[in-house]
């Protein structure tokens, strides 16, 4: 079945560390890869995706996430962590159907705490 | 950037009654939005997608009696939670996408919509 994991319910990162919030996917042919940010009782927002081209994408806040084929992976990263980072964290996919239907699919979430 | 917008952003209702949910793109049009919903600390499922002027495609298991969607204009989509119960109350999110412009299209989300049964 295509799916998209997030293995990590949290993680917790020193302010101006870096940080890592990893994501894992399934799905056939060439994947559409997405990460969007959760703040409490608010919307999504994108951070970026990734279609197609250069491995590293570089994203909203000073994002960026690397693309990984071999590994199935879309990590998304931070050279140096803020405070204002901590938020809940999507990973997504976009699922291609026949007829031109497609729709998103998000991992579980990866809730990102960065301490002071 | 482009905007979606949802009302109301918090609403209680009792149980038995319907509410609707409304979800407008602002400065573009969408043929297409989406509907999902989100239990807390859970992932967002998508329930539905809709389709201007014609029915909404709905998930597996997702009542479409119960959860009735209209997508009557380029900019407007409605969700209505019909004879709502309390384990109806969740976060409930849209997201629209936009029409025109290079593929793929950009997706959207609205700010979401509480909606709190007793």
């Known amino acids: 079945a295509q799916s998209v994991a997030q293995p990590e319910d949290q993680v917790n990162v020193a302010e101006g560390n870096p940080l890592t919030v990893k994501c894992t996917y399934s799905?056939?042919?060439?994947?559409?890869l997405f990460w969007y940010v959760q703040y409490p009782n608010r919307g999504l927002q994108f951070l970026l995706k990734?279609?197609?081209?250069?491995?590293l994408v570089k994203g909203s806040y000073g994002f960026e996430a690397e693309f990984n084929k071999s590994q199935t992976s879309f990590h998304l990263k931070k050279p140096s962590a803020l405070v204002s980072d901590s938020a809940l964290y999507f990973c997504?996919?976009?699922?291609?159907?026949?007829?031109?239907?497609?729709?998103?699919?998000f991992g579980a979430g990866t809730r990102l705490a960065v301490h002071p | 950037g482009a905007v979606v917008s949802q009302h109301p952003s918090r609403v209680i209702c009792k149980s038995g009654t319907s509410v609707k949910i409304e979800c407008r793109s602002l400065d573009f049009q969408a043929t297409t939005m989406f509907w999902y919903r989100q239990f807390p600390k859970q992932s967002l499922m998508l329930m539905a997608t809709?389709?201007?002027?014609?029915?909404?495609?709905?998930e597996q298991g997702v009542e479409k009696d119960k959860f009735l969607i209209n997508h009557a204009s380029l900019t407007l989509s409605t969700l209505t939670v019909t004879s709502a119960h309390p384990e109806d109350s969740s976060f409930y999110i849209c997201s629209a996408r936009d029409s025109i412009g290079p593929k793929p299209r950009e997706q959207y989300f609205g700010p979401g919509t509480r909606l709190t049964v007793t």
């Open positions: 990734y279609i197609t081209g250069d491995n």
């Open positions: 799905v056939s042919g060439n994947p559409y």
């Open positions: 997504a996919v976009r699922l291609h159907f026949s007829g031109g239907y497609n729709k998103l699919i």
């Open positions: 809709s389709n201007e002027g014609s029915k909404a495609t709905y």
